[in-house]
């Protein structure tokens, strides 16, 4: 006889708000955790390697990479997603990207914006190699990196954080 699977309950705080993922395997990254079992489309998958920062979530205020994270390790950690950052778009950061016409294709630019939301958070006037250094884990395929540094500075006048 094979013993029964022990069910794991898994409740997180998902942008505010206590989500039950007891459907979701422990072992499945944030990611598709996130996506799949509760329907937030925001995080991109890019690499699943963690390298290019399309997946970037914030788990307890810091940039992290969803593709790489098991939702079973998250645990009472509270997770912000692009939609839990700001549901109308006002954040400084978006409105900074709009702004500025930041995005080409804009697969990257929500992990680019939580990243920059990140920074903002922990130094609230960066430089630009300072905003160079905390950017280079997000890649964009369209080179936009002029106007993302600039849209920093520029969400960083308004005093995003």
């Given at each position: 006889m094979i013993p029964a699977l022990e069910e794991v309950h898994v409740k997180l705080k998902i942008n505010g708000e206590l989500r039950d993922l007891s459907h979701v395997d422990p072992q499945t990254p944030l990611l598709w955790a996130l996506r799949d079992g509760a329907g937030l489309t925001g995080p991109k998958f890019g690499c699943g390697m963690g390298l290019c920062g399309a997946c970037t979530v914030h788990v307890d205020g810091q940039a992290a990479r969803s593709c790489l994270l098991p939702l079973g390790q998250v645990g009472e950690r509270e997770v912000t997603t692009i939609e839990g950052l700001s549901p109308d778009?006002?954040?400084?950061?978006?409105?900074?990207?709009?702004?500025?016409?930041?995005?080409?294709?804009?697969?990257c630019q929500v992990g680019q914006i939580m990243s920059a939301a990140s920074l903002l958070r922990e130094n609230p006037k960066p430089s630009d190699d300072e905003i160079d250094a905390a950017m280079s884990g997000n890649i964009c395929r369209c080179g936009t990196y002029g106007r993302i540094r600039a849209a920093i500075h520029l969400a960083a006048k308004e005093g995003a954080k």
């Open positions: 778009g006002s954040h400084p950061l978006q409105k900074a990207w709009v702004e500025l016409g930041v995005a080409q294709c804009g697969y």
